[in-house]
């Protein structure tokens, strides 16, 4: 199990959970979670590789990225968890935006037992990063729907 880092402190298994809401680590956010059945991925504006196509230390962007999600998707994400399905999500260009580094291949392969991928398609310009992360997600999970 890793731990959380926040604040620039690690977080240990007893101690008091980062996310504030008084448990021990090891009773909230360090809980081994489930094997997710359905992926929701929020694409961003470009294609999934733009960022990482950049010249090394060069912040190239296109636009700003677009961290909004469309209100029917948390609707229907807590109409699946209310059946007992597990789902994991990402906000994609939000994710790149706080975590630079992010891989969005890496954390499809770690949701390897996915069988469904939902990706929103809301408005005509983020079309082209929705084809791409569709693409992504058939190369990376070939077996999900």
């Known amino acids: 199990m890793s731990n959380t880092v926040f604040g620039g402190r690690v977080a240990g298994r007893n101690d008091p959970c980062p996310c504030g ?84 291949r890496r954390w499809l392969r770690a949701q390897n037992q996915a069988r469904v991928v939902l990706i929103d398609l809301h408005w005509y310009e983020h079309s082209y990063g929705a084809i791409s992360v569709a693409n992504v997600c058939k190369a990376v999970l070939p077996e999900a729907w």
């Open 21 to 104: 809401s008084g448990r021990k680590y090891k009773h909230c956010c360090g809980r081994p979670k489930p094997p997710a059945d359905v992926l929701y991925v929020h694409p961003a504006k470009q294609d999934v590789d733009f960022y990482m196509q950049r010249p090394e230390g060069q912040d190239v962007q296109m636009g700003r990225s677009y961290g909004l999600i469309p209100m029917g998707v948390p609707a229907l994400v807590h109409v699946l968890t209310t059946a007992g399905i597990e789902v994991r999500g990402v906000n994609y260009p939000l994710e790149r935006e706080l975590t630079p580094g992010f891989d969005l």
